[in-house]
């Protein structure tokens, strides 16, 4: 890897069309490491995708070779750079920006105390909208191109952070947050209400250009049976709608499940009983699942968001990956912001990497193809976007994050000694952050910096 020598890209990238070449040190992930090994990495030092005019890849290899088969398109020179597929964060709450860093408290009394009573603001549009826009452009400034997000449990605030989306090209599935227990009044839901707002929203975003429709109760803990049973309704009539929530994720949280459902006989069996366990569900957290519920989640073909700098910050408990994969569970990465300590699923993935490296369940710590799989594809898998994003494979949608050292700083120097594409990938994952991110672009078309190649 040369040193981050500050390279513009050539000037042939700011022609207006998407149809392009570009040349970096390429990487992927398009085949589960879990089950083949890190040699699911594929790497070329001296790398090229080619994208054509409607944004999909249509070539991927040996720059020499990709530029022989595509001579006429304009060429992006980014040899100083490291290209990845875009990023694909699973789990993470639009009105919590404001929260991260709400140090000292585990979760009930983190929500209670500080993050309740700031996602009441969102009842004002204005600060919505403002906070909707500087959300989606933190994602895509840190790399993220494709996010499953809670919502607001205002709809006027939800409808705004698609329109922010919309607007700057996310793909995102998000949906207006029901409660009717729990949270302070200001963001309770009655369960009709939940029903025909959550059904207007999905009429009127689910399949818009890059948008999808998520079912979001907020967690067992604020929903009464009732109010579940309004989201099974929609569930049912919407099968094609992903559904997300929390699951298993703190001691005293399951605790309070246990009471407040005590015909159940474990948390996952409350969402189930309402039919809200089913292909195209994501569950958040999932630290303490017993093995009976990991077998249902598989048998379901719902997957979990495995959110490591969340679970540490509240003190949750560490995250039993390893057995989630055993058990056949699909396992993606979230950021979990304002839980999580950033937007960035480079320092999530990093967060994955130490967690495992600490648990004697763990076997074999997790290698770096391991980690940009969680990042990318799996993500891309759990969230029912699969076919169309996750990997730079030929017919993908060209959703791309590339990264390029700040000449001085610590990433740069330590990758001048990176003699491996698992060396190269460890470093950035380990060291690249939000100021790493050169440019992203979403189906060929650059939404950071927005104006720029
Ligand atoms: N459970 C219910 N709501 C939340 C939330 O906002 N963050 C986390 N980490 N867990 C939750
Ligand atoms: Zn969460």
């Given at each position: 890897m040369n040193d981050g020598l500050p390279g513009a890209l050539a000037?042939?990238?700011?022609?207006?069309?998407?149809a392009r070449v570009l040349r970096a040190h390429v990487l992927h992930v398009p085949r589960d490491p879990f089950e083949i090994?890190?040699?699911?990495l594929e790497a070329w030092s001296d790398g090229a995708v080619a994208i054509d005019e409607a944004g999909r890849v249509t070539d991927l290899g040996e720059a020499s070779e990709v530029l022989a088969r595509q001579p006429r398109l304009p060429l992006v020179d980014a040899r100083d750079a490291i290209l990845l597929p875009g990023l694909v964060d699973a789990h993470v709450h639009y009105p919590q920006v404001g929260v991260i860093g709400a140090l000292g408290l585990p979760l009930l009394p983190w929500l209670a105390q500080r993050t309740f009573p700031h996602e009441?603001?969102?009842?004002d549009l204005e600060l919505a909208r403002r906070e909707a826009s500087t959300f989606v452009r933190l994602l895509l400034a840190n790399g993220t191109t494709t996010a499953l997000v809670f919502g607001a449990h205002f709809a006027p605030a939800t409808e705004a952070l698609f329109e922010a989306a919309a607007e700057a090209g996310l793909r995102l599935a998000t949906g207006l947050v029901v409660a009717d227990r729990l949270v302070p009044k200001a963001l309770r839901t009655t369960p009709d209400e939940a029903y025909a707002a959550s059904l207007r929203l999905a009429t009127r975003w689910h399949g818009r250009g890059r948008l999808r429709y998520a079912l979001t109760p907020r967690f067992a803990p604020a929903c009464s049976d009732e109010l579940l049973a309004a989201c099974g309704a929609v569930a049912r009539e919407r099968p094609e709608l992903t559904v997300t929530s929390h699951l298993n994720e703190s001691p005293a949280e399951i605790a309070h499940v246990r009471r407040a459902?005590?015909?159940?006989?474990?948390?996952l069996a409350v969402y189930e009983r309402h039919g809200?366990?089913?292909?195209?569900a994501v569950y958040a957290h999932d630290l303490h699942p017993s093995d009976d519920e990991l077998a249902r989640l598989a048998d379901a073909g719902a997957a979990v968001a495995h959110c490591p700098s969340s679970n540490a910050f509240l003190g949750s408990g560490a995250f039993p990956l390893r057995r989630h994969r055993r058990a056949g569970v699909a396992v993606a990465l979230g950021t979990d912001v304002g839980a999580g300590t950033s937007l960035s699923l480079l320092h999530e993935g990093l967060q994955a990497y130490l967690t495992q490296k600490g648990l004697a369940e763990a076997g074999e710590p997790l290698a770096a193809p391991h980690v940009l799989w969680l990042a990318t594809r799996a993500g891309a898998d759990a969230i029912g976007m699969g076919e169309h994003v996750g990997?730079?494979?030929?017919?993908?949608?060209?959703d791309l994050v590339l990264l390029r050292p700040r000449p001085a700083s610590t990433l740069a120097a330590t990758l001048r000694y990176a003699d491996s594409a698992e060396a190269v990938l460890a470093a950035c994952l380990t060291l690249a952050r939000e100021d790493a991110v050169a440019q992203t672009w979403v189906q060929g078309e650059a939404v950071h910096p927005r104006r720029a190649a």
């Open positions: 000037t042939s990238a700011e022609s207006p069309g998407r090994g890190p040699q699911a009441t603001r969102f009842a459902f005590p015909r159940d006989g474990d948390y809200l366990v089913r292909p195209g990997d730079l494979r030929p017919g993908r949608a060209a």
